[in-house]
């Protein structure tokens, strides 16, 4: 398996489409559909293990800008989708030969600038926003790095 960002695209549009009940609903999903996409992941030949607790990090992060949004800003959602990442991917256990764990997300940083114009244009559909965060997401996820051994200092990429 590998990451794909076209079924990753597909469920944030799920998302969008269906109007989640609440602010918690939303996150939730969009948490979940994030964490669906990145346990396709592989670091070689081993995968993450995403903990359920780093899913709840990510939906946290977005609940509080979804719950209490800053009238008409959008870098307050795509702040709180990079501050999610980091928190997701700090400390994923990596199962498999060779094992370990991940270093982090470096690519996160660039979600807020990428991310705010995604969803400053107001003329986004459903679609074409779930088109725009799922390449955002899938840009800063491929630079996730996984410390593994054996042998020892081996960092191996995401994919």
């Known amino acids: 398996m590998a990451l794909n960002p076209t079924q990753l695209s597909s469920d944030l549009e799920d998302v969008f489409a269906s109007l989640p009940a ?37 939906a946290a992060a977005l609940l509080a800008a979804i719950a209490v949004p800053a009238a008409g800003n959008p870098a307050t959602i795509a702040a709180s989708w990079a501050a999610g990442l980091t928190a997701f991917w700090l400390g994923v256990p990596v199962a498999g030969v060779p094992a370990g764990a991940t270093v982090g997300c470096p690519g996160a940083a660039s979600l807020v600038a990428t991310l705010t114009a995604v969803f400053a244009n107001v003329a986004n559909t459903s679609a074409s926003c779930a088109a725009g965060l799922s390449a955002a997401l899938h840009g800063a996820t491929i630079t996730v790095t996984a410390a593994v051994a054996p042998p020892p200092g081996t960092v191996l990429p995401i994919a």
């Not at 969009?30 to 992941?41: E, F, K, P």
């Open 22 to 58: 609440s602010a918690s609903d939303a996150a939730d999903a969009l948490a979940l559909a994030y964490g669906t996409y990145a346990a396709g992941g592989q670091f070689g030949a081993s995968m993450p293990n995403i903990p359920p607790a780093n899913v709840d990090a990510l």
